[in-house]
């Protein structure tokens, strides 16, 4: 279907036009091809919090609620936050600053009670690294100590320091090295590994639970490769390897389809993760490589009109569907109650009542992606086109699903027509039909109006309450394929009907 366009708007007519009239096929072997991912993790959307937005999410006073299928693997970070064992209060922050982190964080004993809030969910707790004072490892322990008592066994891993790449000049000399924090980081984990892990009374593993670098860029000589070559795994003590990534700040290019809605830049985000990836494995099989804090924008002000928006839920579900492709472990998307992209505000902020934002959607749905079979494995599938994507999802080595996900930008204010785009999706002989669930709303700028499969979430009584009804399309097989139309912005799961 063509539609009938204003003149005005001649350039970005032609363009949807030219998408529109083109039907697109989507197809993937029906057995896992070369190289799909490795077993993605049911956890692989995670949250990460900094620990002076964590107290809104622990704390038993405030009601917060918050979603994923499955637990998620959540970090709670506080490289600037010192434990005083006999500090009252929970938690005390110094002024914030206007991107709403407080400079200076001192953590009491109570703070730590609110992990038992989480049963059965895993954490990942980070240890002050970058406090230089000169009881800073004694500081450490206390603050690993007083954590473990809480989390128990579900310590996923103590991470040591916070983009430490940022160090040099600020809490360390200029001339701090990544050999220096390297020193540092084995004497933090040897001394966390005998005083603090050895022994202890949760069966956890006391020597090979740490997560390692946290670095945000590649500036001052720090890079994965280097951290490696200087010992950091010398000892065997890392776990995991994170990096952190902001796709960008809020530079006045940073929209939805130049940036956002993009997913060539999407793609080149994580592309550039594979070298780094293939370095550790190299050096230790059993490492893997997350983004353990990771999100779409660094400065967090003034963005939510791109960042709160639906667009942006599109843009997680293909940051995290190809991420699972290029087998990073997991993304800790990182919340905060005034940062633009929250997925949810769990407390009263600038007079708005909590709740759910529509970044929510993207995880909810990249949770569905991945779905509850225990071993699923994605390919991304390649069309060469920045304004569309799609993955093939597979259960077993044997293709379950696909996700399609239409990146061009349509608003309600747009004045031309939502322009659709066709797709045929081929379907294993086996399976007579299938079953589309969509992930829609108003348009990309939308902040509300938005639903998955017919359902939407909000803040309700205290509790993320869901309204609306299941909704699933249930699509014939003909020929081995299914027409699916797509309308732009827009994404949805193919499910496969074995019948
Ligand atoms: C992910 O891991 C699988 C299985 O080891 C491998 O075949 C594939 O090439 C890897 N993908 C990337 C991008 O390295
Ligand atoms: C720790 O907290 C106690 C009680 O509030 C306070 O007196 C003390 O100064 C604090 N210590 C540090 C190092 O801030
Ligand atoms: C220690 O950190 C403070 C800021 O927290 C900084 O002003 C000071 O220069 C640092 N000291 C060194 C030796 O880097
Ligand atoms: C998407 O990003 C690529 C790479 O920077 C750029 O060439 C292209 O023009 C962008 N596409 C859109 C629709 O903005
Ligand atoms: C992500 O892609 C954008 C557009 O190319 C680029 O400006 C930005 O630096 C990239 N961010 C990261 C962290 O790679
Ligand atoms: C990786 O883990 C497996 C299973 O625990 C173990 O047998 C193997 O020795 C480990 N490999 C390395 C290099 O540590
Ligand atoms: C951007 O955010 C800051 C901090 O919240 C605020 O003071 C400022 O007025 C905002 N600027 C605009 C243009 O909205
Ligand atoms: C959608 O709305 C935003 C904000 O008003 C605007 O910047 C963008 O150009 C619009 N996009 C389209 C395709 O109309
Ligand atoms: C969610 O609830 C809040 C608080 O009641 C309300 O302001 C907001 O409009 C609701 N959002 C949607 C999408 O309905």
Redesign the pocket.
Known sequence: MLNILPGALFLAACYSRGTAAHKINVKAPEHLPTGASEPVDHAFASFSWPETKAIQILSPKTSSTFYTRRPARTPIFGDRAIYNASQAESIVLSTESDNGIPLEVSLGPVFFEGFENFPGTPWTFQVNLANNKSNALENALAEAKVALSHIRGDLYAFEIGNEPDLYPGDVRPLDYTVADYVKQWRAFADAISNEVLHGNQYGLEDWKLFQALTFIFYFNGFSTAKAFEDGVNADGHVKSVSWHQYASGNQDWVRL??SFM?H??IASNLTQYIDDMELIHANDPNVTFLLGETNSDYVNLNMSQVEGVFGSSLWLVDYLLYGMSLNITRFNLIQGTTFGYAGWTPVEHNGLAPQVRAPLYGQIFAADAIGRHPTVQVKALEFQR??LSAYAIYEAGMLARYVVVNLDEWNSTTSYPRPSQKFEVDVPHHSKSVEVRRLVGPGASADTGISWGGLSWNYTDGRLGRTGKRQVEVLRVSKGTVALDLDSTEAAIVELRHM
């Open positions: 389809q130049e993009n060539t830049l920045d304004d």
